[in-house]
């Protein structure tokens, strides 16, 4: 037998010595490793959002030049359903150089705008964007728009319930 050899435990000794944690951090033992994390920080201000909608004026200064047939803000033409798949077609075949999402925010806001809903009626005549007439307005989509004008928005603040 060879005495010069360590003797094999099971406890194992840490190869640095461990220093003590401070008081205002909390400990994590993980597997003989001991790692201090930081009190989490108090909230942060978080920088605005930028606003999800556009206004009607800037939505048909964006899109009037790519598709002047449909879009013109002294001539509201109501347009045709699923208008917006044939946008970002049309938009990708032609390499335009506007983004999905201001595209559909600049749909959004014309179509959601006061004068293009005051043009909605039964019967009217829906376009596509080459301009062609492509459907009518009907009962059931006029019903749809009516309900969403006259319907006031509810407030968070009236959800909350215990107050009646």
Known sequence: MDVNKPIL???RKPKHPVPEPAQDT????????????????????????????????????????????????????????????????????????????????????????????ERVAIGQIRFDIEGNASGEVTEHEYQYIRARRFTPKKHPTDLISGDS
């Open 26 to 117: 909390a400990v994590v033992v993980n597997r003989n490793r001991v790692q201090a994390k930081p009190e989490p920080k108090p909230t942060e201000l978080k920088k605005p959002r930028t606003p999800r909608s556009i206004p009607v004026s800037e939505a048909y200064a964006l899109l009037t030049p790519f598709w002047p047939a449909l879009f013109d803000s002294e001539n509201v033409r109501l347009m045709k359903i699923h208008i917006l798949k044939d946008l970002i077609l049309d938009k990708d075949c032609r390499a335009l150089n506007i983004s999905n999402k201001m595209l559909k925010r600049s749909v959004k806001a014309i179509s959601r705008s006061p004068a293009y809903l």
């Open 9 to 11: 435990t099971l406890k």
